[in-house]
């Protein structure tokens, strides 16, 4: 085997880094600089303001800024009404630097990102926030895909229950915000994204998933019409209790 970058013949004794149909070498895996998207020491690097290095692999095969979304938002959406949801949320789209994106969602002090697994151990890449998809300038079709499912149930749920966001810890919000992860989570395994299933079961952390493990549990024993029910009786009785809780604070105030 050959080593891409540096053309040396791999040592048959040596590791080496492999995708794209290439080989890398471990001296070069080690030193070279890498793609924020997908990790490859790639020969051509360029650098994108805001976000990283992307490799001559990604260049031009992901999702970046400027795209028109709808031809890849809109068959998500009856995907969606399997799951109750009318699937018709129309949030206006703004693209941003992952910087912009993580203080959206944590004001934690969190590790330097080098990859963009770094930044999606602690962020959703597409995030719903009052009316608008905050998205990662650049990701792959995958990625948006079963996170801009999770961002479109999110809308949907927060308008029913008028507020901005799923954010922070709020009993009902947390338990809407794990449905809407575990319905991403229930396409990339559909769709055979096993990336995205994988970073789904373990990300985000510091509470992020809210609720999500509750659903994992239920759907070892139950199909998803019964969970649809489950989730809007629930719904409704903890959006009760928050309106309670409300009250009384106010009248002890």
């Keep these: 085997m050959i080593c891409y970058l540096c053309g040396a013949r791999i040592p048959d004794d040596q590791p080496f880094y492999n995708d794209y149909e290439k080989y890398v070498c471990k001296p ?82 969190l590790p330097p990102m080098q990859f963009i697994d770094d930044f999606l151990q602690f962020c959703y890449p ?16 995958a990625t948006l895909v079963v996170y801009g499912l999770i961002a479109l149930a999110s809308a ?17 919000r947390s338990f809407a915000r794990g449905w809407c992860h575990w319905i991403g989570a229930q396409a990339a395994e559909r769709l055979g994204y096993a990336l995205e299933a994988r970073r789904l079961r373990k990300w985000p952390e510091l509470g992020g998933q809210g609720d999500f493990e509750r659903w994992v549990a239920m759907a070892r024993f139950n199909k998803p019409p019964k969970m649809v029910r489950f989730f809007r009786a629930n719904l409704q009785a903890l959006l009760r209790k928050s309106a309670r809780d409300d009250e009384e604070t106010r009248v002890a105030t």
């Design 28 to 109: 070069c895996f080690l030193d070279a600089p890498r793609c924020f998207v997908c990790r490859f020491p790639g020969r051509e690097l360029g650098q994108v303001e805001g976000l990283g290095a992307e490799c001559e692999f990604c260049r031009g095969n992901i999702i970046a800024e400027g795209m028109v979304l709808a031809p890849l938002l809109d068959p998500l959406r009856p995907f969606l009404a399997s799951f109750g949801l009318r699937g018709d949320a129309q949030p206006s789209v703004a693209w941003d630097e992952r910087l912009t994106l993580r203080e959206l969602q944590t004001g934690a002090d």
């Design 126 to 141: 597409v995030f719903y926030r009052e009316g608008t998809l905050h998205l990662l300038r650049r990701m792959s079709k």
């Design 156 to 172: 949907e749920i927060a308008a029913e229950m008028g507020h901005p966001h799923l954010a922070g810890r709020n009993e009902a």
